[in-house]
């Protein structure tokens, strides 16, 4: 998922995040099911859950592993150790934009489902991070989300 580089002084940071949008208006984590709500503390995330309202992981890699650990090892490549507790954004709408993107193309919308890039403000233990070689910063708590009309 993101790799935690560095604590940034900023209180907070306003960036763009790629999620599952459902029918009944709920955003969800791409990776974990998490539901996505304005002023949240993000959740601490051990184990791989099946996204709510008949949605199904993009990747069947994640659903093999939870069937096979059970919970998120902290080994494993897919969500680090130091990273439990956090979500991420990435720094720039052209990031974001790229990223959603990919799931549209490459991935299967399900249940009346589709993928929307939120602007979304984090607080809290700010990190400047990698997603998948990508410019993010990840936080602990989420502030204002906005879903972005393209």
């Known amino acids: 998922m993101c790799e935690l580089i560095k604590p940034l002084s900023k209180k ?12 009944t208006g709920k955003y969800l984590s791409l990776y974990t099911g998490m539901e996505y709500k304005e002023n949240m503390k993000v959740r601490k995330i051990r184990k791989f859950r ?26 494993c490549s897919f969500l680090r150790s130091n990273y439990y507790g956090y979500t991420s954004v990435y720094t720039t709408r052209h990031n974001g934009m790229i990223n959603l993107e990919y799931f549209t193309h490459y991935s299967i919308n399900v249940d009346n489902s589709k993928y929307v890039l939120l602007k ?27 879903e972005v009309k393209l």
């Open 12 to 23: 907070q940071f306003t960036g763009y995040k790629v999620v599952i949008k459902t029918k």
């Open 50 to 75: 099946r996204l709510s309202e008949g949605v199904s992981y993009m990747f069947d890699t994640l659903d093999i592993l939870d069937r096979i650990l059970g919970k998120i090892d902290a080994n």
């Open 120 to 146: 979304m403000t984090l607080h809290n233990d700010l990190y400047e991070s990698s997603h998948n070689d990508i410019s993010a910063v990840s936080g602990k708590y989420i502030g204002k989300i906005t």
